[in-house]
């Protein structure tokens, strides 16, 4: 269903379990980003009724997310860190396309938002499916789950409101461009790294 280029290797759960603790300070910020992100994309497309309804609803969540992830840190003696620097979504980011017309820009910043989903959710699978933890095995699958939600809606929206744009073209484009760039990520406990 995502179609991405490079699956994550297994053993980046290792990494993961060598450090619980920042691998859960990083996951709670990155859901904070993906709330943030959505009402950026409500702010600045704000007459499109149906995405604004949509997207209020997935930035609720993702702040749900957020909630539950500090529970886990807290309920396990764990403290918040700092906001950590994404330096995938960073790279990413690179690949939008910043000039052009509006709406070009504003299907780049769905697609955008679509890949960060699509290979979050490939790495809770990940999770899911090899942490020894159970409760984080159980927590990981959910959110996997919800996460493909989110890549459906993010690239559903795309397509709709990408008229006279070749929107499979340019997820192709990126997909191709992620499957590159991931190669250099894969050995921190973080959730894109």
């Known amino acids: 269903m995502l179609h991405l280029k490079l699956e994550t290797d297994p053993r980046w759960v290792t990494i993961v379990e060598s450090n619980i603790e920042e691998i ?6 990155c859901e904070q980003k993906a709330a943030t992100n959505a009402i950026t994309i409500i702010t600045l497309n704000s007459e499109h009724e149906e ?3 949509e997207l209020l609803a997935l930035a ?3 702040l749900e997310h957020f909630q539950m992830v500090h529970e886990i840190i807290k309920k396990r003696g764990y403290t918040l860190g700092r906001e950590r620097k994404d330096h995938y979504v960073n790279q990413l980011y690179k690949f939008m396309n910043k000039g052009g017309n509006r709406q070009q820009s504003f299907v780049d910043r769905l697609l955008f938002s679509a890949m960060i989903e699509a290979r979050s959710c490939e790495r809770f699978k ?5 942490i020894k933890d159970e409760e984080l095995s159980k927590f990981y699958h959910d959110l996997m789950i919800s996460e493909a939600g989110h890549y459906t809606t993010f690239i559903t929206f ?5 008229t006279g744009i070749d929107v499979d073209k340019r997820w192709q484009e990126l997909v191709a461009f992620e499957g590159e760039l991931i190669k250099s990520y894969g050995e921190k406990e973080s959730i894109h790294g």
Not at 126 to 130: C, E, K, M, Y
Not at 158 to 162: D, I, M, V
């Open 158 to 162: 795309a397509r709709q409101y990408g």
């Open 60 to 62: 609720k969540e993702e």
């Open 51 to 53: 995405l604004v309804t």
């Open 126 to 130: 990940l999770l899911s499916q090899r």
């Open 24 to 29: 859960l300070t990083d996951h709670a910020w």
